[in-house]
């Protein structure tokens, strides 16, 4: 089939080429903006069932006022010193200030000295309220309006401002993250066009690839975003970013995979037209296959509840189908056009290449699979013991670069109030007739004793009297894990014993959204692990025509991702002192790591059943498969992991635990599993690998 495809696209490279720019236009010209169907806010994404999101739907309806998103100011004196009562009277003056000028999105600044005042003096806290969701553009707007106003009104003072809590977390967020795309895409670019240099010597070589998926990541972004608006679904802020390090690095890994084996046609003998059409339809299936599994693997996760996973899979799936269909239609098409021309100016298409280290490599594990495997899983099992120390985060401050506004004022806030004041927990309790102030004191009594709550602030009752609220501020940060297991165990339990005959408790706020993200994120995880697993056999399987080796290659790939998962645990939060790992993690590296170990397990496996089809025995097979596959996964790996490697300078640090969990998770799935354990276990297994299918022939 591969090679049918290959022979038309290079009997009609000008027309193929001209077919993808035609298609490209329209749907780039046709699509609305990205931006349009994203959303920062991750409890955004929690199932309509969800504790807090059916609380938040309650207090949409009997709060309307107060429904939207909440920033906190944190107004002390830049010299350190405590609020005088002179101080005081200019905060209020800012108050007053900020809420006459305020701009529509902003439905009040409150001030009150009686509560939000610190004990020390040391800060004192403006209660802002919008009139929206914290990732609209008006409220985000008005965020950066207020820490102006707010600058320009105390300057002179002898007090500063910083805007915190819920709608500026997401303002810094998003900024954060869009300044970190812009810094990955440009390093991803420039380091993937050096090491292409240096693979090929070719400036040709280098740009193609760029160019091509170039293309692609324009065209799945647009293709995602039209999607997103006719199923009406949002996408997670985090897309944008892995989409363009997904396709650039995986992209690049299927052209060199092409390119590799273009070139050793051509080192053959093969005249150009030949040569490609050869290259697809040797190692077409193999690119199909992998990005089928990788494709397969996201695909995965929209069996997960919680939303941000449901549309983050799918998205991607979409770009690496697009890049697949490249590869193969694409990318032969403008190779078809350039011929040799492509290794322009290096001579090295039409050298034979001498005796490479791979082919060192081949023939040690030849020779001695069994010291190979010990030596394998003995390092892949000591890095895996470092994950029973995993612990996720789920802390949205924690996740910004330490020189944010939001970041800053949180740790001024700290200085005088409980960390808890940042992001209150709301107690509504509900009744089919009008509470009673007896009842609501109560009640609010036995929250107010509850371990770990602060205190309570005064309650909020409906206009119709049939709901209350009860704010509470915990004495810990909103986000932390004991604060999660506070409001969605102890603190839950005592409402539901507390609240009067006749009512019903919910607990909203931001506190008991992340203890909903855990609980979904927990069940996600138990769904999509096996079922991602699953999916890598069954594709193994259809490619290999075998049971055997589809089990033990996927069983290393689970290794090799255990093994990333526990060294990353051991330096960030061994290493590092981090409280734990994004939450995100585990599942994004699960699905990178085994989905891209998977391609590189087909590419070395591929070549290893090719040279036993020829008549090799099994052990000189594996030699010959290292040899000339190893060189083509080695590139592509030192490719993929540079694009992740980037990460680590985008100032984030879930990008930068990201970056440098998959890129240690490529190098290991690469050059550990795939150029190592498969062909020794393949080796010494033998022809038994490939049962139960038709036996293929061995020689010697």
Partial sequence: MFGAVARLVVRRPWLVILGWLVAAAAIIVTAPGLASVTNSDQSAFLPADKES????????????????ATAVIVVDRADGAALTDADLGQIGQLAQRLTADRPPAVAGVL???????????????????????????????????????????????GLRAGVTGEA?????????????????????????????????????????????????LTVSTALIATIATLLDFEIGQELPILLTVVLFGIGTDYILFLLFRYRERLRAGDPSDRAITAAVGRVGEAIFSAAFAVIAAFGAL??????????????????????????????????????????????????????????????FVARRPVIVIAGTVALLGA????????????????????DTEATRAFEDLQRGFPAGALQPTNVYLRADRPLTETEIGGFTQALAAVDGVATPTQPQVSADGRVANVPLILTGAPFAPEALDLVS????????????????????????????????????????????????????????????????????????????????????????????????IPIILYLFVTAIGTDYNILITARLREEIQDGRPPREAAALAVEHAGPSVAAAAVILAGTFASLLISGVPFFVEIGFAVTLGIVLVAF???ILLVPAVTALVGGAAWWPGRRVRTGG
């Fill in 383 to 402: 890095l895996s013991a470092g994950a029973l120390t995993f612990e996720s985060d789920y802390d949205p401050i924690g996740q910004l670069p330490p």
């Fill in 168 to 216: 500026a977390i997401v303002l810094d967020n998003q900024q954060s993250f869009a300044d970190a795309e812009r810094t990955v895409t440009l390093a991803t670019v420039t380091l993937i066009v050096v090491l292409l240099l240096l693979i090929f010597r070719s400036p040709l070589a280098a740009l193609m690839p760029l160019l091509a998926v170039g293309l692609v």
């Fill in 672 to 674: 550990v599993v795939s």
């Fill in 111 to 157: 001030f009150d000295p009686t509560g939000q005042v610190a004990g020390n003096r040391q800060v004192a806290l403006l209660a802002a309220q919008f009139t929206g969701a914290p990732e609209q553009p008006e409220v985000q707007d008005a965020v950066a309006d207020l820490r102006t106003r707010a600058d320009d009104a105390l300057a002179g003072t």
């Fill in 53 to 68: 999101a059916r609380a938040a739907e309650l207090a949409e309806s009997a709060f309307p006022a107060a429904d939207g």
């Fill in 489 to 584: 165990g102890p603190l839950r339990d005592t409402a539901r014993l507390a609240a009067p005959a006749g009512t019903s408790v919910l607990v909203g706020g931001q506190s008991m959204a992340y203890a909903d993200v855990r609980d979904a994120t927990g069940r996600d995880f138990s769904v999509i692990f096996p079922v991602a697993g699953l999916l890598f056999v069954l594709i193994l399987a259809g490619l290999l025509r075998a049971v055997l080796a589809p089990l033990y290659l996927v069983a290393m790939v689970v290794l090799g991702f255990t093994a990333t998962l526990g060294a990353t645990a051991l330096l960030f939060q061994e290493g590092l002192g981090r409280p734990g790992l994004s939450f995100i």
């Fill in 302 to 363: 929209v069996l997960a509840s919680l939303g941000f996973f449901a549309t983050l899979g799918p998205g991607l799936a979409i770009g690496v189908a697009v890049m697949l269909l490249a590869a193969l239609t694409l990318v032969p098409a403008i190779v078809a056009l350039l011929g040799r021309r492509v290794f322009w100016p290096s001579r090295r298409a039409d050298r034979s290449p001498g005796r490479s280290r791979f082919g060192a490599v081949g023939r």
